[in-house]
């Protein structure tokens, strides 16, 4: 098998499975317990605490375990709102508004503002679409061919009720690496009391996230992208910041996201997020080189199209591991399959709606044609691929290419 598809999930890495092991075993305690047995569970989501804070530049307090990044995708936004709605009524109950009999208070009609883009995971689409029918108006930042969105984009829709900007740090289809930072500040330098979130699922231990805690007031990150286990990801929310709890109960995270914790998954992401961080730059250039090998053999197929930005040896714009390519006059979909049966593991951009398949709404976004989208496939390698991989990979759906096209002939 030759797994190419490191953006949805990757295998989990030996270091980060060892720090499990005892956790899944006889390190059994309930991290809220106070006897010896607890107190070893409570030091290890501590540890972990500390290693997922190292990553981004912030305090082991500052970071709130998940079950993933959907869940963190969604506790940003949603908390954004509940946030925002609460000042609201504190303002009105000080003006007296809210109490006026007869009148539509303010907490009745939600309104508000949040500003995200037209590309990001539909883990963020779908929460702002229900914050959209709480009352909330949403913009959608349309970015330009490569996937990007600037900073003066942003302030130009920024409005006096906008509350949230949420912007993702690389984008999961096409690789794109916002100018998150750059953004965030130019938002905080107009308005301080907007929050600004990114979704770095994708990026989080995958390329230099340093300083982000510096300009960030909120980060949802997922263990599985970056070789821990699935089921548990993070929230960074900067600390001082008035955000309400999201799963109600116990006082796990501070009382901030109740449950028991999954002492052995937090573990794991802890164990990865430590590799990920101190092997980072080792990694982005193994990838960065084997992507660059990737595309040169690609190119020889003729009517590919990379789709994002690239440029050969570059991890700033666009995620080292990510190759995204259309292909003229196939079908990603049936592609895929084909290259299932000779044991290759990779992904195409559409997804599968009511049955039908949809083209990206990323490959749409930044402008491709229906046609175009549908013939999209997407490669993402990890630092565990090899160039002979990557080679049979790229041989192996020259052959496919040129059988799909032969048959669409006819
Ligand atoms: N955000 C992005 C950009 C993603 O790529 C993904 C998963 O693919 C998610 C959020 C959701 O993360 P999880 O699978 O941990 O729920």
């Avoid at 500003?115 to 930042?141: F, P």
């Avoid at 500040?185 to 301080?192: F, I, L």
């Avoid at 998954?265 to 990865?272: E, K, P, T």
């Avoid at 013939?375 to 040129?402: K, M, P, Q, W, Y």
């Amino acid at each position: 098998m030759i797994y190419l598809d490191n953006a949805a999930t990757t295998q989990i890495e030996e270091t980060a499975l060892g720090a499990m092991l005892p956790f899944l075993k006889g390190e059994y305690g309930n991290a809220s317990a106070v006897y010896e047995l607890a107190r070893n569970s409570k030091r290890a989501v501590f540890n972990a605490r500390k290693q997922c804070a190292a990553v981004i530049g912030a305090a082991p307090n500052e970071i709130f375990f998940t079950s993933g990044g959907t869940e963190s995708d969604n506790w940003a936004l949603i908390g954004a709102y509940e946030a925002w709605k609460k000042k609201q009524g504190e303002a009105c109950a000080v003006s007296g508004k809210a109490e006026a009999p007869g009148k539509t208070s303010v907490t009745e009609k939600a309104g508000g503002h949040i500003i995200t883009t037209a590309t990001e995971h539909h883990a963020i689409l779908r929460t702002a679409e229900y914050l959209e029918s709480l009352g909330v108006s949403v913009t959608y930042l349309v970015p330009d061919g490569e996937g990007f969105v600037n900073a003066s984009q942003v302030l130009e829709a920024v409005r006096e009720d906008t509350f949230l900007v949420s912007v993702m740090t690389a984008n999961n289809e096409i690789g794109t690496i916002e100018p998150v930072c750059e953004i965030a500040d130019a938002v905080h330098g107009v308005r301080k009391d907007i929050l600004f979130h990114t979704d770095a699922v994708q990026a989080f231990g995958q390329i230099h996230l340093d300083s982000f805690a510096e300009h960030v007031d909120l980060l949802s990150a997922s263990s599985h992208k970056l070789g821990g286990p699935k089921g548990v990801g993070m929230l960074y929310i900067k600390d001082g910041i008035k955000f309400g709890s999201f799963v109600r109960g116990g006082m796990q995270e501070s009382g901030r996201r109740a449950g028991t914790e999954n002492v052995a998954g937090i573990v794991g992401f802890g164990a990865a997020a430590e590799a990920s961080f101190a092997g980072i730059d080792a990694k982005i250039n193994k990838e960065t080189a084997l992507r660059d090998r990737m595309i040169a053999e690609l190119s020889n197929i003729t009517g590919v199209i990379i789709n994002g930005p690239y440029e050969k040896g570059d991890s700033a714009k666009r995620l080292p591991g990510n190759i995204s390519v259309c292909i003229k006059g196939i079908e990603g979909e049936s592609a895929l399959i084909m290259l299932d049966r000779e044991g290759i593991c990779a992904s195409s951009g559409s997804a599968c709606t009511s049955g039908a398949r949809e083209p990206s709404h990323v490959l749409k976004a930044i402008g491709r044609a229906d046609d175009e989208a549908k013939g999209s496939l997407r490669f993402t390698l990890s630092h565990h691929n090899t160039g002979e991989e990557t080679d049979r990979a790229a041989a192996v759906l020259a052959e496919i290419v040129s059988k799909l096209r032969g048959r669409n002939r006819f």
